[in-house]
């Protein structure tokens, strides 16, 4: 009976590609059944709408975050909604356990804000800096630990120390249906296109392709998805 109901419930809300294994013990459905219970109710309470928020996750700024029916915001996580833009979060996106979602971090800039497509998940862990701009587009999933940083600090004055000099940005932009292992580093720049895997570990700080399979430090295409042949 759980079994059918989680089946029902599962397409209610949109995730018709999950089929829940026959295996699942009772009392690990309902454990889930509940838990989603109780941060829907607190999705409706703090946002007016259905989706799902954990009671410990933390939200400033919350008249500027923009989230899509089902999003979820897991136990933990933390996100700014202070910037240019309001930060959205498109529907059925999941925000993972202790991810950090960060978009002004000082007061001297103000920062330019966030994007996420439908269906997204980002896993545990993660950081996204968001100060000069992140978009991801939606399909995309991301690994645990994996860190987006869209600001770089300048250091070329030799006569000033680092830390006076400013920074400079130019935004992340990650396209639709994109796989990121956990552990890799986005830098201020970065341009993945659609379709594209990135290797774990991998520092993406240039332009990539559609279809490209991503890894390295710094990152380079390895090959291609839509051709399968090696790329020198």
Same mark, same amino acid.
């Given at each position: 009976? =759980? ?6 419930l599962l397409r209610a809300f949109g995730k018709h590609y999950y089929t829940p294994d026959p295996?699942?013990? =009772?009392?690990? @459905?309902?454990?889930?059944?509940? /838990? ?5 109710? $607190?999705? +409706? ?23 899509? *029916? ?15 833009? !309001? ?7 999941? +925000? ?9 971090? *000082?007061?001297?800039?103000?920062? +330019?804000? =966030? ?46 120390? $680092?830390?006076?000099?400013? #920074?400079?940005?130019?935004? @992340?932009? +990650? ?7 956990? /552990?890799?580093?986005? =830098? ?8 594209? #895997? ?8 240039? /332009?990539?392709? !559609?279809?490209?399979? $991503?890894?390295?430090? !710094? ?8 051709? /399968?042949? $090696?790329? !020198?």
């Amino acid at each position: 009976m =759980l079994q059918a109901l989680l089946r029902a419930l599962l397409r209610a809300f949109g995730k018709h590609y999950y089929t829940p294994d026959p295996d699942l013990p =009772l009392c690990f @459905i309902l454990q889930i059944l509940m /838990k989603r219970l109780l941060w829907l109710v $607190i999705g +409706i309470i703090r946002f007016r709408q259905i989706v799902f928020v954990s009671p410990s996750a933390s939200i400033r700024g919350a008249s500027r975050i923009q989230l899509g *029916h089902c999003a979820t915001i897991e136990p933990h996580a933390r996100i700014d909604g202070y910037a240019r833009n !309001p930060v959205s979060i498109g529907a059925r996106s999941l +925000i993972g356990a202790y991810t950090i979602i960060l978009c002004t971090s *000082h007061m001297s800039t103000f920062g +330019i804000g =966030l994007r996420i497509g439908d269906d997204c998940g980002i896993a545990e862990y993660c950081f996204i800096g968001a100060a000069g701009g992140v978009t991801l587009g939606n399909d995309v999933i991301v690994g645990q630990y994996v860190s987006f940083h869209s600001q770089n600090h300048n250091f070329n004055d030799p006569t000033r120390i $680092i830390r006076e000099q400013g #920074v400079t940005s130019r935004g @992340i932009r +990650i396209g639709n249906n994109v796989w990121i292992g956990a /552990k890799a580093t986005i =830098l201020d720049g970065a341009e993945v296109g659609d379709g594209s #895997v990135i290797a774990a570990g991998a520092v993406v700080n240039g /332009k990539y392709p !559609p279809g490209s399979v $991503i890894g390295g430090v !710094p990152a380079r295409v390895l090959r291609s998805i839509s051709t /399968k042949g $090696i790329i !020198p």
